[in-house]
């Protein structure tokens, strides 16, 4: 089990469907990440939330729109999206967001995209 | 950009093996971080070492940070079947920036 809960577990959505992923934790933690995972490929960083702003981009396209609401939620909009859009998307949370705190992921979204 | 290179890629081992994934920055690391994750799960952290020659231990699994804050090893003494899963390093680098491992696929034959 664990304490960073994301919905919904799967998705399959259109090329013009909008549609959204949540993430929700009660740590008290400060950080928040979404990644993506391809299959055989470690988590690839998307976007760093640190206390409820956003302080990292990695280049993401703009069809994917991160939302940190509260210090317990995130959300990722998705408009638009492309077949090898199609992955795992982990959020995750770390207490500081700083090196000495590590990752805790929730189960992930299983994202189709057709 | 900088890496953490894992290998091997795949190990296959007899229940009651031993094994061994090994991680090689090209730079120095602030400290490096172990994650396993079991098929059709997600990512779980198991340790961090900040060390340089630090040496850690959980019940079978050993695991070590080079003296130069390079390189990072996890062995398991003696695999079970419940071992089974992909073992990703992950790395700090002075940035800040975390890096992962490409990792390493465990598969344990009863």
């Known amino acids: 089990d664990t304490e960073v809960t994301q919905t919904p577990k799967h998705l399959v959505m259109g090329m013009t469907n909008k549609k959204s992923l949540k993430c929700e934790q009660h740590?008290?933690?400060?950080?928040m990440y979404w990644y993506k995972q391809k299959a055989k490929k470690p988590p690839e960083l998307m976007f760093v939330?640190?206390?409820?702003?956003?302080?990292i981009n990695e280049s993401v396209p703009s069809r994917f729109s991160p939302e940190c609401p509260n210090s317990s939620l995130l959300n990722l909009h998705l408009h638009a999206l492309q077949p090898e859009d199609s992955a795992l998307y982990l959020c995750?949370?770390?207490?500081?967001?700083?090196?000495?705190?590590?990752?805790?992921f929730g189960n992930g979204t299983r994202l189709t995209v057709t | 950009g900088q890496q953490v290179m894992q290998i091997p890629q795949y190990q296959h081992v007899q229940e009651g093996e031993d094994f061994t994934t090994y991680c090689n920055s090209s730079?120095?690391?602030?400290?490096i971080q172990w994650y396993k994750q079991r098929p059709g799960g997600h990512p779980v952290f198991l340790i961090q070492?900040?060390?340089?020659?630090e040496v850690k231990k959980q019940k079978r699994l050993t695991f070590q940070f080079g003296e130069a804050k390079k390189n990072s090893s996890l062995h398991i003494t003696a695999t079970q079947t419940t071992d089974v899963g992909t073992y990703f390093c992950?790395?700090?680098?002075?940035?800040?920036?975390?890096?992962f491992g490409q990792g390493t696929e465990l598969s344990v034959k009863p």
């Open positions: 995750a949370s770390s207490q500081r967001g700083d090196v000495s705190s590590p990752l805790h």
């Open positions: 740590m008290g933690h400060r950080a």
């Open positions: 939330y640190s206390y409820e702003k956003l302080s």
């Open positions: 730079t120095t690391l602030s400290n």
């Open positions: 070492l900040v060390k340089s020659g």
């Open positions: 992950a790395g700090h680098n002075q940035g800040g920036k975390l890096i």
